[in-house]
């Protein structure tokens, strides 16, 4: 199994910044990628940005310009630096990553997801 463990939601004023943290541990041989997705109510789950192995990252147009996602490979971390805060980033994050136990096998997991709040 792999576990995924997100921290760093929290509430904040429009115009704010918070940082998320996922730690991936676990039988991991390889990451592959890792993502952050977002949820809001009466949404469906979208993708917010992604890293790649490689160090290539993908945004959503919406977080462009004002969110970064970065990693540590040694600690198997993934941070997603948000700035520029707006109440529509209200929802709660999701990281997910995906790579190749020790047994081989593939794997795609998620973390279990950290509440963002941005007041007005």
């Known amino acids: 199994q792999v576990h995924l463990v997100e921290s760093g939601g929290g509430l904040v004023q429009a115009g704010g910044s918070l940082r998320l943290s996922c730690a991936a541990s676990?039988?991991?041989?390889?990451?592959?990628?890792m993502g952050w997705y977002r949820q809001a109510p009466g949404k469906q789950r979208e993708l917010v940005a992604v890293?790649?192995?490689?160090?290539?990252?993908d945004y959503a147009d919406s977080v462009k310009g004002r969110f970064t996602i970065s990693r540590d490979n040694a600690k198997n971390t993934v941070y997603l630096q948000m700035n520029s805060l707006k109440p529509e980033d209200t929802a709660v994050y999701y990281c997910?990553?995906?790579?190749?136990?020790?047994?081989?096998?593939?794997?795609?997991?998620w973390g279990q997801g950290t509440q963002v709040t941005v007041s007005s």
């Open positions: 997910n990553a995906e790579g190749v136990r020790y047994d081989s096998a593939r794997f795609n997991y």
């Open positions: 676990g039988s991991i041989l390889v990451i592959n990628a």
């Open positions: 890293w790649r192995s490689g160090g290539n990252t």
